[in-house]
Every structure is written in C-alpha cells, then in structure tokens.
C-alpha cells in the first residue's frame, strides 16, 4: 500500500513519523506528494486532489482517502483499532465532517498545535508547482 501525505504540513509529518515507527513489516510506501519528482513519479495521479486530503492506494490500485485512508493505513501496522470508532455509523458522519475542516485548514491548525509553519513562505504557490 502506498500513502500519500503533504511532507509540508507539520501535524502531517507527525503522523508519518509515528506510522512509520510502527510499520516494521515495510507494509506501507510512504510518499510525500510535495516532493520535487513526485510529479513525475505519479502522472496519473490527480495532484490537486491528493492534496486536498490523504490518499492510501491498495495493492490493487483503489484509491481510498480521508479518515477512511487513515484507518486503512493503521490496520496495515497493526494499530487500526486507534482509528476504528471513526469509521462507525453516527459517528463517521461527524468524523469525516471534521477531518475535511481539518484537511482544508491543516496549515493553521498545525501551526495553533504546533507553532510550526510549512517550510515555505508566503511567496510559495504549492499549486502552480504542480501544474
């Protein structure tokens, strides 16, 4: 399975690095899609749509995205029962209602969590780079 996550966001690159902590199987390629080659290393991909929030490619080539994404990623490490209760009925509505704020807002909360900004400034145009 394949993640693909914004390596600008820091709350982001904190999952990843717990995430990886636990994939001692290698079960996950992680893949940054701020990455200078990711482009051309994912052509078919929609860039913009991976950036508006996570994306987890299966072994057979399914997209999955958001929490849904999320969960599958735990479970590849073990640990997808930290994620389960958001996949619920009832509660996943709310869930996923919140993870699209939080997507589209990840800079700031990030920053308000974190007192890290992305590692560009505010002359940086993260989508025309990936026109």
């Known amino acids: 399975m394949i ?24 079960a ?7 990455a200078e080659n990711f482009q051309r290393r994912f052509p078919q991909l929609d860039w913009q749509a991976l950036n508006a929030r996570i994306h987890v ?3 057979d080539g399914t997209l999955v995205t958001g929490l ?3 969960h599958k990623a735990w479970s590849a490490v073990g640990k997808g029962w930290l994620y ?6 009832g509660i ?5 209602y919140f993870y699209t704020l939080f997507a589209r ?8 969590l974190t007192g890290q900004k992305r590692p560009c400034d505010s002359t940086c145009n993260v989508e025309k780079k990936h026109e």
């Open 105 to 112: 807002h990840r800079y700031t909360i990030s920053y308000w």
């Open 28 to 34: 996950i390629q992680f893949e940054d899609i701020q």
């Open 3 to 26: 993640i693909f996550y914004d390596g600008y966001c820091p709350l982001c690159q904190a999952e990843m690095r717990h995430l990886k902590k636990y994939d001692e199987h290698q």
């Open 57 to 59: 490619q299966l072994p």
């Open 92 to 96: 996943r509505i709310v869930a996923d």
């Open 84 to 89: 389960a209760p958001l996949r619920w009925p």
């Open 68 to 70: 849904d994404a999320t």
